[in-house]
């Protein structure tokens, strides 16, 4: 794993969004797995910045959101679509068609679940999978204890989930039970995994997801046995990390190397 420490949250989005970029540059139909939730946030206004002021093209690109809430209406203000068509979609180029949000109101979740899986393996797999982290350590909604080999699937929520998810909610109660997600075998499928991660209050977990042992107690570990994965943390992210100081020894020697960024 490729860790880069990055002083704050803003460096760690222009990182992030330096590295979809120069994919999208090699491959302009990249197959990119978005996240939502308030870290790739930063990464997104960059890439509209970057669409907008260098022209670089999202035309050709497939794009799969990791999860979204069952119960909830694409237009409610709440839901995984709302988020991903306002803060990146509605700014960029790609095209409609070729955006793939799970679809939280499927009537057989489990037959569409299937399908979602089908979408991902037709495009040719997911080249680059943005994740985040929960403070519970899930990656998607993969709460603590899922399969490792799991795929796209209805999931229900920890309470810690919800609670941390209830900021974006009128209240506690408005916050869904149950998500799709893809599963911990399914992102683990993808080409390369982009990892980011910010603030204190993540500090721990993100230690035990990069540092401590492989475990469905922590789904974000599965990282750890990934070939190829990216991690783009700021200080506070980092904080708990015991290798900090070897990552960062690390990455200036790659940079030196690569004369560059990856
Ligand atoms: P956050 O959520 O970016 O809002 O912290 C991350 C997650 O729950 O995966």
Redesign the pocket.
């Given at each position: 794993m490729r860790v880069i420490i990055t002083k704050d949250y803003e460096e760690m989005s222009k990182e992030a969004a330096r590295i979809v970029v120069n994919r999208l540059k090699e491959k302009p139909d990249l197959v990119l797995g978005l996240?939502?939730?308030?870290?790739?946030?930063g990464l997104y206004r960059e890439l509209v910045r970057i669409h907008k002021e260098e022209k670089l093209s999202f035309a050709e690109v497939r794009t799969f959101n990791?999860d979204e809430y069952i119960g909830l209406k694409p237009d409610d203000p709440a839901s995984y679509h709302y988020f991903m068509f306002e803060n990146l979609f509605n700014h960029i180029d790609v095209r409609k068609e070729n955006i793939y949000i799970p679809d939280g109101l499927a009537k057989d979740p489990e037959k569409y679940c299937q399908w979602y899986e089908e979408q991902i393996e037709k495009a040719g797999g997911i080249d680059l999978q943005v994740?985040?982290?929960?403070?519970d350590g899930?990656?998607?909604?993969n709460e603590p204890g899922s399969s490792l080999a799991s795929r796209t699937r209805v999931k229900t929520l920890d309470e810690q989930?919800i609670k941390?998810?209830a900021r974006f909610f009128p209240r506690l109660e408005d916050v869904p039970r149950f998500a799709i997600t893809m599963g911990v075998g399914t992102i683990l499928e993808a080409k390369e995994l982009l990892f980011?991660?910010?603030?204190t209050e993540?500090s721990d977990i993100v230690a035990k997801a990069i540092e401590g042992p492989v475990t469905s107690l922590v789904t974000a570990s599965i990282m750890q046995i990934h070939p190829k994965v990216i991690a783009v943390l700021d200080e506070e992210a980092a904080s708990s990390l015991q290798r900090k100081d070897y990552y960062r020894y690390a990455e200036e020697q790659a940079r030196r190397f690569e004369g560059g960024f990856v």
């Open positions: 996240a939502t939730g308030s870290t790739p946030l990791l994740v985040g982290i929960g403070r899930h990656i998607g909604f989930t941390d998810n980011l991660a910010s603030g993540k």
